[in-house]
C-alpha cells in the first residue's frame, strides 16, 4: 500500500473519529436541553422502612423515625419517605383499602408535623393502582366493595385478572374500562379512566397534606397505571416533589413512563442500580458509560432521575450486592457523587460504617455545588476502574470540582489544586 493511500486513510479515520465525538457531544448538549423539564437540586432523600419493620400497630415505627430525625437533619438528609398510611390488608400497606382510617394516625401526624416543621419533605407512598375491599359484591361473588371512599364494580378495571383465574369483575356485573398499565392480580385494580375515582384520589391527596403534613409523594407500582393520570394528579393537588417507581431495569422504558406523565415527576433509577450492582460485584466497570453519558436514566433525564441501591422490595431478594458493607459504600460514593436526586436505604442507614460514609460523602455533595444536573466527565469505565469528574465545569479531564474513582485499580485526578477528601476499600473522592 502506497504512502499516498496510508495518508489518505489515516486522514479518514482522523476525521470519523473527531465527528463521533462531536456528535456524542452535541447528544449530551441535546439531552441537558430536555433535562430543563426537571429538578436541579442537591437534595438527598431518605427511605424510613424496610419490609418487615412495618406492623398493624404503626405508632412504635413511627416513634424510632422521629428518634432518627435529628441524625437525618444533621446529615443533610432532605425529605424522608414514609409507609403507605392507610388500612390495609397487609402490615407493610401495598393492599390499602379504607383510604381515610390511619392506622397510628395520632402519632404520624405529630411525627409528620415536626418532620416538616425542621424544614425536611414529608414523602408519603401513594398506592393509588388497586385498592382491597370491604365487602363481598352479590353480583361479582369478589370482594369488590369499597369504603372510604365509597365504589362498586364500575371502579374496577373491565377483566381484571385475579390470580387464580377469572375476572374480579365478570362483564354482566358492570366493571369500568379496561386497564391503563399492567394488571395485578393481588387486589382489584382501579379505572382511572373514572371521573369519581379522578375526584376521589386528587380529595385524599389534599386531605393527606392538610392532615398530614404530606408534601412530596412516592407513586406505587405505576407500571399499572397511564402516566397520564400520574400527571393530572400532581397538577391538581401541587406536590413540592413526586416520584414514580417503574420497577424496570430497561431505561427507555423508565424515560417512556416519565415523557407519558409529561414530565411532572422523577422516577427510581432501577436500570442504574442494576448497571451499578453488577459494576462493583464484578469489579468492571465498563457498563457505566452509555455513550458520554452515565448509565440509566440519569444519562438521560438527571433531572428526573432517583438513583437508589436499595429499597423494602429489592433487599427483599436481590440485596444490593449482598449487603457487603464496603460494596455498599462504594455504591454510595458512586450515587451521591452523581447526577440525579439520590434516595438512602434503611438497612443501609443503620449499618454504622455505612452511615459514617454517606455522611462524608452528602457533605461533599452539598458543599462542592454537586446536583441532579451536574456536569460530569467519565475519565475511565473498564475492568478495574471507574473514574469521573463531576461539578461545574467538569466538562474535560481535569474539570470540575470533584473527583471520583471505583475499583481495584489506581489513579488520580489530573492538573492542580486536587485533595484527597476521603477514600475506602476500592474507592476515593478529591475535592477542590
Known amino acids: 500500500m502506497n504512502t499516498i493511500v496510508l495518508f489518505l486513510l ?19 448538549d441535546f439531552r441537558n436541553g430536555r433535562n430543563l423539564v426537571g429538578f ?11 419490609w418487615d419493620v412495618l406492623s398493624e400497630d404503626r405508632s412504635t415505627f413511627y416513634q424510632s423515625v422521629l428518634d432518627e430525625v435529628g441524625n437525618l437533619q444533621s446529615a443533610y438528609i432532605n425529605g424522608i419517605w414514609f409507609p403507605p398510611p392507610s388500612q390495609t390488608a397487609d402490615n407493610q400497606g401495598y393492599m390499602p383499602g379504607m383510604w381515610y382510617t ?39 361473588h369478589q370482594y369488590s366493595v369499597f369504603k372510604q371512599p365509597d365504589w362498586g364494580n364500575d371502579k374496577v378495571v373491565k377483566h381484571d385478572d385475579l390470580c387464580n ?41 389534599n386531605w393527606l397534606q392538610q392532615n398530614y403534613s404530606v408534601n412530596a409523594y412516592r407513586f406505587d407500582f405505576v407500571k399499572g397505571y397511564s402516566g397520564y393520570y400520574v400527571n393530572k394528579y400532581i397538577s391538581a393537588t401541587g406536590p413540592s416533589f413526586s416520584v414514580g417507581e417503574y420497577f424496570d431495569g430497561d431505561t427507555g422504558k423508565v424515560d417512556n413512563w416519565i415523557q407519558s406523565a409529561s414530565y411532572s415527576s422523577t422516577a427510581f433509577d432501577f436500570p442504574n442500580r442494576y448497571y451499578l450492582r453488577d459494576a462493583i460485584n464484578n469489579n468492571d466497570y465498563s457498563g457505566l458509560q452509555q455513550g458520554v453519558n452515565p448509565a440509566g436514566v440519569i444519562g438521560v433525564y438527571p433531572g428526573l432521575a432517583c438513583p437508589f ?4 422490595d429489592t433487599s427483599r431478594d436481590d440485596r444490593f450486592c449482598g449487603g457487603n458493607a464496603d460494596k455498599l459504600t462504594q455504591g454510595y460514593a458512586y450515587i451521591l457523587t452523581h447526577p440525579g436526586i439520590p434516595f438512602v436505604y434503611h438497612d443501609d442507614w443503620f449499618m ?32 478495574g476502574l471507574y473514574a469521573a469528574y463531576l461539578g461545574p ?40
Open 393 to 432: 465545569g467538569a466538562t474535560y479531564v481535569g474539570g470540575g470540582t470533584v473527583a471520583m474513582k471505583l475499583g481495584t485499580n489506581s489513579w488520580s485526578p489530573s492538573g492542580g489544586g486536587w485533595n484527597l477528601n476521603t477514600s475506602g476499600n476500592n474507592y476515593a473522592i478529591w475535592t477542590k
Open 309 to 312: 441501591l436499595d429499597n423494602h
Open 102 to 140: 390511619i392506622p397510628g394516625g395520632d402519632t404520624l401526624q405529630y411525627v409528620a408535623r415536626n418532620v416538616s416543621q425542621r424544614g425536611l419533605k414529608v414523602i408519603m407512598d401513594i398506592v393509588i393502582n388497586h385498592r382491597s375491599a370491604q365487602y363481598v359484591d352479590g353480583c361479582s
Open 40 to 50: 436541579n437540586t442537591n437534595d438527598v432523600y431518605y427511605q424510613s422502612f424496610n
Open 10 to 28: 489515516f486522514a479518514f479515520a482522523s476525521v470519523a473519529a473527531k465527528k463521533s465525538v462531536f456528535e456524542q457531544k452535541k447528544e449530551w
Open 165 to 205: 383465574g377469572g375476572y374480579t369483575v365478570p362483564d354482566n356485573c358492570g366493571p369500568g374500562n379496561y386497564d391503563t398499565g399492567e394488571n395485578t392480580c393481588y387486589c382489584p385494580d382501579v379505572d382511572h379512566t373514572n371521573g369519581e375515582v379522578q375526584s376521589d384520589i386528587i380529595n385524599w391527596l
Open 352 to 383: 454504622s460504617t455505612v452511615q459514617q460514609a454517606i455522611k462524608i460523602f452528602i457533605s461533599i455533595r452539598k458543599n462542592h455545588q454537586l446536583s441532579s444536573t451536574m456536569d460530569i466527565y467519565i475519565d475511565k469505565h473498564q475492568g
